[in-house]
């Protein structure tokens, strides 16, 4: 009888698992076209490669990189795009448009599998040493890129490893990104006409923000943001030496997170009085970008302490909406703190770039970048690939700067949302400053902006400010915090006691007084030990 | 004749082949779910070895083989975190709480639909009691900013017509626990009574019309007969829902939470996800979830030995 049962176990296996390996056998998941063309190609480990030279390559991107939006465009305009890249460099771009919300997860799942995916926006660090991505040292060097090579190579250091290995294309560049952005026409309403320089200063606005409600009812949020961490970049580098970032204590040389710097407890301090009395936004540690924008829109934010783009893009929106009573924007880096220095932190170029799947063929890795490089150095396939074909145009006189003929949205036009633009980190400066001359409502003679408030402040306060703005210790070094993740066992612990116990000390959680227990505590889990392993990996790079 | 029929039919019944063929029809009905069961159950348990191991996602299910041993150092990592006290109570605390609130909360909405007398009304707020089941979390979080938003949430906005301050309900540690479980509760309880209601509608008409002859009134009917009627049904869920003590509930908490409320919310599978899923260790989260497992494994064996040994039936 067990003999029988066995056997029928063993049948019913036999045919079960067969079953389940084809349901569960990934197939190349495209949202378009696939290529028609034949390919005898091998196959390895999901990843197909084409045998002659003559034949399109096919490279998957994963369009991670925050250009694109989950709304699809109409199936025609991206079929136009993709053969008139195959026309061009012969090569047969697919795509997969994660979920905005579990782009990260979804990621892991198809690196995980045996689905083929070639290119995606992603931490070197992170998958480098999970042997999930390839160099491209050789393939780039071998090679002639010279879109590439204009635009990106200055900015290749946050890629490349102290073996001089290159792991990816930039993604974004140093820049000065958290400037203090206020409603200046609230400004105006309240009487406090000066940009504030000082703490001091800034004080006086945002309390006048909060006493004369510019936004009626009761209604002004004096300043907002999604988190501390933007806060830190705003203001900390006003009390600390180092800012935000990592710095080194020259009393014992030893590598520290900014929280153990002398000046962060005033730092932490002021936003505690701030949350106290009303002008910081009380749900400011619960909210996102999104939720901060429509209270934005609202008409309800009176300034912002914030990553440049949140409360700028919604001034511009706000502008598009209502053209005749507009709301009108300010910004500056030049708020000085209590220590004397520029109170904001400058932000290194990312560490985050387009990397390349371990799995891909060398083929394909020259394939994906002769894509980038197209983009870079063509005009045309720039616009065409931000735009769609036959869907944009020069503006009058220019040579570099287009406009799209079908309405634009936030992200491409209506029928095509950018899906093929994979160069994305291009530097629009040229096109954004021509943009910005052709027309004076961009900005008037005082500074203050209505308008395309967005292109106006990534142009004009992006990158110049960097020079002046407090750089941390790890803006010229590029230490592997996925390593001193995997060498401390406690790093992980350690990150959630410092964004839960901070954010408590300002609500009111816990009082002030228990700061220095609050440090005691981070020590005894392990904070030593991080310190340890960030000096040893700062030694070894210097 | 009768004979030979006799020995036709035990031969029959000694092949299990033919008995499988006699009844070839419910086997098949049976099949998707054993091919379910083997294929989502028992076949992933080979990725139990990864709690043991190295595992490289890159080299896929072969990983899982050529990975090095590591012992019980993924275990021994979670057992020594700084918040393995934590996370492990408040898996246990809102555990709890829900099963003291939600367990009983079908009971009663059962045992009061039974009472109604209107078929039109009973049906009706039956359907809607279902209705909350097939809403998502995502969805229900947002309901619930709509009632406990500081800005404009309908609570705060009574509170302050009282003349109160505003609470900020989801960032609070003193209301986040309350929130999760009183949601969960409205989210399951008409669907989790059907199985009641079902037990209640075999429960014979005769004892009601006896009961009614002796005297008893309608409370009392309910205490003395549809109750007992439902008591072994309610013993099975109960030793059922002990195996599931240690899943708080990840979804609901992982969009609900923050890090202010972490001390409150953390729970083994949120922190699972950060530290082990989000930085693909999949050993480490492989082994948080069989440490969870086999807490849960011990709970239903205890629990299924106290109803059996209370007079109760329990699952076996």
Known sequence: MKTRLRILCVILAAVLIPLMAVGCNPTTNTTTTVSTGSTTGTTTGGTTSATTQDEPVQVVFYINNGSTTDSASKAEELELVHQWFLDQINVDIQYIVPPADQAAEKLDLILTSNQKLDAFWGDWTKYSSLSMIQPITEIYSNNDFPGIREQFEPYFGPMIDAEATLWGLPRTFNTAPYPFIWRSDYADKVGVAKAPETIDELNVLLYAFRDQDPAGDGKTIPVICTGLTQLEYCLLAGYTDGGRGLWLDTTDNKVKHHIVQPGYYDFLNQIKQWYDDGILYKESFNINTQQLRELAEQGRVASSLQWYSAFGLSLQNMYSADKTTPAVGALTHDIKGPNGKYAETAVPGSKSGLVFSAKADERTVTAALKVVDYQLADLNAWYNSTYGIDNWKFVEGSEITAEPIEESENVGTKSYQGEYRVAIGKLRIDEFKELLSRDDRYISSNGKTAGIFFYYSYTYHLYEPVEKVTKALDFDTAFNMTEISNEVAAYSDITTMINEETIKFITGVRPMSEWDNFIETLYAIGMDDVEEALTAQYQAMQ | ?316
Do not use: C
Request: aromatic share 16%; net charge positive.
């Open chain 2, 1 to 316: 004749m009768v004979s030979n029929s006799i020995t036709r039919l035990t031969g029959r019944r000694s092949g299990l082949f033919n008995r499988v063929y006699r009844f070839r029809f419910y086997y098949l009905m049976a099949l998707p779910g054993i091919a379910y069961l083997l294929i989502f159950q028992y076949i992933p348990m080979v990725g139990i070895i990864m709690a043991f191991k190295t595992f490289s996602p890159m080299e896929g299910f072969m990983g899982i083989i050529t990975g090095d041993w590591v012992g019980l150092d993924n275990f021994r990592k979670f057992i020594d975190s700084h918040y393995f006290s934590r996370v492990f109570g408040n898996s246990f605390i809102i555990s709890f709480y829900r099963l003291i609130f939600g367990f009983p909360a079908p009971i009663v909405l059962a045992l009061l639909l039974n009472e109604v007398g209107n078929r039109h009304f009973k049906k009706s707020v039956q359907s809607i009691s279902y209705f909350p089941h097939f809403i998502s979390y995502v969805v229900i979080l947002g309901i619930v900013r709509k009632f406990v938003n500081l800005d404009g949430g309908y609570i705060n906005i009574i509170i302050e017509k009282l003349g109160g301050q505003p609470v900020m309900f989801m960032s609070d540690t003193r209301f986040f626990r309350s929130i999760l479980v009183s949601t969960g509760v409205w989210n399951g309880i008409g669907w989790a009574s059907i199985v009641y209601l079902a037990a209640i509608t075999n429960t014979s008409p005769e004892l009601y019309d006896a009961a009614y002859v002796d005297g008893a009134n309608r409370m009392q009917q309910m205490w003395h007969i549809t109750l007992p009627s439902v008591m072994n049904v309610a013993v099975i869920m109960l030793v059922l829902r002990m195996g599931d003590i240690m899943n708080a509930g990840f979804e609901q908490i992982f969009l609900f939470y923050s890090p202010a409320v972490y001390s409150v919310s953390d729970i083994i599978d949120t922190f699972s996800y950060r530290t082990g899923i989000l930085n693909m260790q999949y050993g480490y989260a492989t082994a948080i979830g069989l440490f969870k497992s086999i807490l849960g494994l011990i709970l239903v064996l205890s629990a299924n030995t106290f109803a059996n040994k209370m007079g109760r039936e329990g699952i076996w």
